[in-house]
Structures are given as structure tokens and as C-alpha cells.
């Protein structure tokens, strides 16, 4: 198998397919919903959270079987129902109308694997082994969990707009370049690791301020 060319979907407002209501389905729905999708979801059953999930508006749920009319107007399509031959199904259908699938209980089955990732705040990590290995993918992303910490989805978001302010008010290329460096120099990321996020923030404020910005 030639290399997976990984990428990062913007799924806010794309309409999402996730066929099956078990546990898998449900926290499928949450990871989509936390991205801003809208989130279908058909199954003849649910968990008690999915069914609230519809009962609260936040995703539109079918009750039945799955059927090929349910791709209708889908960007991206989820197979999680627990029956290989449903999800068998799923798959046909969406690679012959050219979609975007995932088969949970086998991901070779569709054209993208669901890589795990750590996410904090605007930072995201992913890892993938590309399907061979989810378990390995989950014990490096449980490594990088205790490597970041939740600081640095603060301090990126302090980042970026000290990033945007410096881009529009320094027109000297190689001074923007020496600030933008300077923001994330190795004592600063050595403290942020250590999670001394006060003194960063401090570090971070001095710099800009001395940018002349």
C-alpha cells in the first residue's frame, strides 16, 4: 500500500453520516459534533445519550435499517453498526459516489483511517500506523497526552495573536522573522513543558513588547 496523505478536515456544518447506535457510533457523534459537524445518524437502536442527543436537536437520528437514499447530500460517512455485512454495504455505496468513509471495525474496507489524537485546545497531534496497529497509535498518543499538557492549548491561543499582530504591524521580513522566532525559543518551550505557563505568558508579552509593535 502506497503512503496515506494525511490531512485535517474542516467539518463545521458538513453534513456527516454515522451508521449504527452503540457505543462506538455514540462517541463518533460527539467527536463530530465537538468539529462543528451535523451529525445524521441511522440505527434501528441507540444508547440512551444518542437518543438524547436527538431529542435535544443535536443530531438528526432515523430509526431503521440503513439505506443507500441515507447518503444523500452526506460529506463524510461513518460505518459503526457492528454487522459486517451492513458495513460492507456502507462502504460500496460510498466509494461508488465518490465519498469520504470510515469502517470502524475495519478501516481498510474505506479510504480513510480516524488516527488518534491528542487535542489541546487549537493544537492537534495525530497519530496513525496506517490500520496495522491501532493499539501502538494509542499508546504513542497516551505518551504525547503526558508530554503536552492542557498549557499549551492556552499558550497557542496567546501565540496567535501575537503571531497575527506581529505579521500586520512589522513590514521588515527578516525582524518579523526574528520575532516570530522568538516566541517560541527553546527556554520558552522548555518552560511550557514544565508548565509554567505564568512565566511564559510573561516571556511572551516582553518579546512582543520589544518587537516595537
Known amino acids: 500500500m502506497s503512503g496515506r496523505y494525511l490531512v485535517s ?6 453534513r456527516c453520516l454515522i451508521v449504527g447506535g452503540g457505543s462506538v457510533a455514540q462517541r463518533k457523534a460527539v467527536t463530530l459534533l465537538e468539529c462543528g459537524a451535523l451529525v445524521h445518524l441511522v440505527s434501528p437502536e441507540v444508547t440512551p445519550l444518542i437518543e438524547e442527543l436527538a431529542r435535544q436537536g443535536k443530531i438528526s437520528h432515523r430509526r431503521g435499517c ?31 459516489r465518490n465519498l469520504i468513509v470510515n469502517i470502524v471495525d475495519d478501516p481498510n474496507k ?3 483511517f480516524v488516527p488518534a489524537t491528542v ?8 497519530v496513525s500506523t496506517g490500520g496495522k496497529s491501532p493499539l501502538l497509535a494509542r499508546k504513542i498518543r497516551e505518551e504525547l497526552e503526558k ?22 504591524n512589522i513590514s521588515d521580513p ?20 514544565e508548565g509554567h505557563l505564568d ?15
Do not use: H, P, W
Open 147 to 168: 508530554t503536552y499538557g492542557e498549557q499549551y492549548g492556552e499558550f497557542l491561543d496567546m501565540l496567535g495573536v501575537f503571531r497575527q499582530e506581529t505579521i500586520a
Open 174 to 193: 527578516e525582524k518579523k522573522k526574528r520575532m516570530l522566532e522568538s516566541f517560541v525559543d527553546e527556554k520558552i518551550l522548555s518552560l511550557l513543558k
Open 110 to 112: 474505506g479510504n480513510f
Open 9 to 14: 478536515l474542516d467539518l463545521e456544518n458538513k
Open 66 to 96: 440503513y439505506e443507500s437514499s441515507d447518503l444523500e447530500g452526506m460529506f463524510l460517512v461513518i460505518g459503526a453498526s457492528g454487522r459486517e455485512d451492513v458495513n460492507r454495504q456502507v462502504a460500496d455505496d460510498c466509494l461508488s
Open 119 to 126: 487535542r489541546r485546545g487549537a493544537l492537534e497531534i495525530a
Open 199 to 213: 512565566l511564559v505568558k510573561e516571556m511572551l508579552v516582553s518579546a512582543y513588547r520589544g518587537s516595537g509593535c
